[in-house]
């Protein structure tokens, strides 16, 4: 039997290069902190188990590793003091049972993109190698600040060198370590046991255990990926933005080659689980994000932030739409300029024109609420018109309630629903109506005030202002 895997994400650092506050495993690529990519890559593996090492901004780490590690089935181990690669590996290890007799794979949190693919590779070879200690390393034309591999004569690993460790000669090295490591967990417990801090910076490099390895007589071996982008290690805000155009680009490739028409690719911001069906067109200037699905024929005109939305064939998204966590069906009308928030759900064939907000809202086929309207928590059925500045009244400063109105429905410009309040099927609204109690099917509802006429009160009014009209200015 394949012996288990476990594995550890080393996430403790502060990433002094990025020069940022923020632990470098939180920054963003394509919408989400780069340690989510990957502890997807992990998924596959189903390590178990799953370790993340925090340290600077641990409980920011943490919440994103319990966040974004598959079924949240993950440890946090705490690195206390960020000493270097070696010590957080050693944090890691703690979190390990001690009877855990599986390998251990050790990923620096800094390679977003990574694949699972490749790890199985390298697992798999690890195994028929029969090594007692693996890493990955990968050929670059400049190698910058990676650290390089280096061999004897006969080609065989001798050790890690860091690049600020390193001589000219060691620099000039193609081969880089990609910082993914596999052992059995009694080796790596021994080894990094070993580890010292006697190199430039005062800190335990994880990358010695292949120097202390090879002292014991150990069999180590190194992958050498054919692919080096995916194990690109991001160090810098520079390399984070480089690799944010990288991904989508790829993701525009992949959209285009799949009928989808982008009118201007340095605008469109795509992420990369969206998807969008043939002939559909991206507007100038749109993001669209998270597990947001697209339907084909769909038209976003431009200026939008859409993110978990899905979006029915032949929709029209008109300028400056926000929707978040929503359901839009087939054929509908949205914008320009309206904010559909969490939980909105059109049915289909509807208009949201603009000004109109949208929250927990559920919309029959057909209903239409074409401008300036305030829509929350609220039920409404097929085929209703939704009149100019209906406001669902549904918040009394504890709670939120519900607004129901059924179907066909005329709800006059101007009117307000004071929820907890139904309204039938085949009501109608005279404009300006307060609602605050049920209506029911096929009434007519109206709450003026009766219109009273004062003839020539204007020139009254004015006369006892100095005849002064309020253009003339009031000083
Ligand atoms: C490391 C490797 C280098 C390799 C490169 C690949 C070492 C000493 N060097 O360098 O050989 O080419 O990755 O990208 O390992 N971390 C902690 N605690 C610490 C220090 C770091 O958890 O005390 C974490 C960081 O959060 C990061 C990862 O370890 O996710 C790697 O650290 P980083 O400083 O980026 O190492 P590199 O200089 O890139
Ligand atoms: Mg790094």
Not at 252 to 269: C, F, K, P, Q
Not at 367 to 390: P, Q
């Amino acid at each position: 039997m394949e012996p288990a895997v476990g594995a550890i994400v080393l996430a403790a650092g502060r990433g002094t290069r990025m020069r940022s506050a923020r632990a470098k495993v939180l920054h963003e690529l394509g919408g989400e902190p780069m340690i989510a990519r990957v502890l997807r890559a992990l998924a596959p593996l189903a390590p178990a188990p799953l370790v993340v090492v925090a340290g600077h901004q641990g409980d920011e780490v943490a919440a994103a590793a319990r966040r974004f590690a598959p079924g949240g089935r993950v440890e946090v181990a705490r690195q206390p003091t960020q000493r270097g690669t070696g010590d957080a590996a050693r944090c890691g290890l703690e979190a390990f049972a001690p009877g855990f007799a599986g390998d251990v794979l050790i990923l620096c949190g800094d390679l977003p993109m990574i694949q699972p693919a490749a790890l199985e590779t390298f697992i798999a070879g690890h195994r028929r190698a029969r090594a007692d200690l693996s890493f990955i390393s990968a050929m670059l034309d400049d190698a910058g600040g990676y650290g390089r591999v280096l061999r004897d004569r006969a080609g065989a690993v001798v050790a890690i060198v860091e690049a600020r460790d390193a001589s000219p000669a060691e620099l000039a090295l193609g081969e880089i370590n990609t910082g993914v490591y596999l052992a059995r967990a009694a080796v790596l417990r021994a080894a990094l046991a070993e580890l010292r801090p006697d190199n430039a910076p005062g800190e335990y490099y994880l990358t010695d255990l292949v120097a202390i390895a090879r002292r014991h007589g150990l069999a180590v071996w190194a992958w050498r990926a054919p692919d080096a982008s995916q194990f690109a290690g991001i160090n810098s805000l520079k390399e984070l933005a480089a690799m944010e155009a990288e991904i989508r680009a790829a993701v525009n490739r992949r959209l285009m080659e799949a009928g989808v028409t982008i009118v201007d690719l340095a605008t469109a911001y795509i992420g990369e689980r969206v998807e969008i069906g043939r002939d559909s067109v991206v507007g100038p200037n749109v993001q669209i994000l998270g597990r947001s699905k697209v339907g084909e024929g769909v038209r976003i005109e431009g200026t939008a932030y859409l993110r978990d939305v899905e979006i029915g064939d032949g929709c029209h998204l008109k300028i400056g739409v926000r929707a978040e966590e929503c359901r839009i069906g087939p054929h509908c009308e949205i914008g320009p300029f309206a904010n559909l928030r969490t939980g909105t759900e059109l049915e289909g064939h509807n208009r949201v024109g603009n000004f109109v907000e949208t929250k927990q809202a559920r919309l029959g086929r057909g209903t239409k609420a074409s401008h300036l309207s305030y829509l929350g928590d609220t039920v409404i059925g097929r085929e209703t018109n939704i009149g100019c500045g209906v406001i669902t009244v549904n918040y009394d400063g504890y709670d939120k309630h519900l607004t129901q109105i059924g179907s066909r429905c005329m709800i006059g410009c101007d009117t307000q629903l004071v929820a907890p309040v139904k309204v039938g099927d085949d009501v109608y609204v005279a404009s300006g109506t307060t609602i605050l109690r049920e209506v029911p099917g096929g009434a007519l509802c109206v709450s003026h005030h009766p219109q009273k006429i004062k003839p020539g009160w204007t020139a009254e009014w004015r006369r006892r202002h100095g005849g002064r009209t309020e253009a003339d200015g009031s000083e």
